[in-house]
């Protein structure tokens, strides 16, 4: 029997202090840092459309749009992650303490990869309904056009749709606005995936 290396635990205080000094991003999950993988120029450019189409969308608007980069702590689950585009309610909630971490996201978006797609689906949207202002998740896989909607109806209910067709048009509800499915895949070349 090979002796399998005991995961190393970490403090909330000991992750933001190492996340500070780090060239990269890191998720922390009860006590575990995990490296966040760079993404693909595909995953990269969904992403970015979204971003773009929200802020303009949303500007002049009770909203703030983030992309990749903003922290958010779901103190519940003990989770700090990076999601790929987020919109919180103005003004922003921080975590008590922090100037860099958000805690109020009304819509998430993730664009699905290969290796996180069955997290974000599952353990992750588990995580994000345990946050009382989340209420639209939007998931966007890179390989293929393909969009999972989901929305908050009711207490513990949600609603599933999922697009295939560029030309569909989807309805964020929690902003009142319209987005088409290809406006999500503007430049994305398939061929290099």
């Not at 909203?63 to 990076?82: C, E, K, M």
């Not at 009304?106 to 997290?119: D, G, M, P, R, W």
């Not at 599952?122 to 989901?150: C, G, M, N, W």
């Amino acid at each position: 029997m090979i002796a399998q290396p005991e995961t190393k635990h970490y403090t909330v205080e000991e992750y933001l202090e190492l996340e500070i000094a780090s060239d990269i991003r890191n998720e922390y999950c009860d006590g575990e840092i995990i490296p966040m993988t760079g993404g693909t120029p595909n995953h990269n450019d969904i992403a970015g459309n979204l971003y773009i189409l929200l802020k303009s969308a949303l500007k002049g608007k009770n909203y703030r749009t983030f992309y990749a980069d903003q922290r958010l702590w779901i103190p519940s689950v003990s989770l700090y992650t990076y999601p790929d585009v987020m919109v919180l309610p103005k003004p922003l909630e921080l975590q008590t303490g922090r100037k860099d971490t958000v805690v109020n996201p009304c819509f998430i978006a993730e664009v699905l990869s290969k290796s996180t797609q069955n997290y974000d689906r599952s353990e992750k949207f588990v995580a994000y309904r345990k946050i009382p202002t989340f209420q639209e998740y939007l998931l966007i896989d890179q390989y293929r056009i393909h969009v999972e909607h989901h929305v908050k109806t009711a207490a513990h209910q949600w609603l599933f749709s999922e697009y295939d067709d560029p030309t569909v048009t989807l309805s964020l509800s929690t902003f009142e606005l319209q987005i088409q499915i290809a406006e999500l895949y503007e430049n994305i070349d398939f061929s290099t995936v």
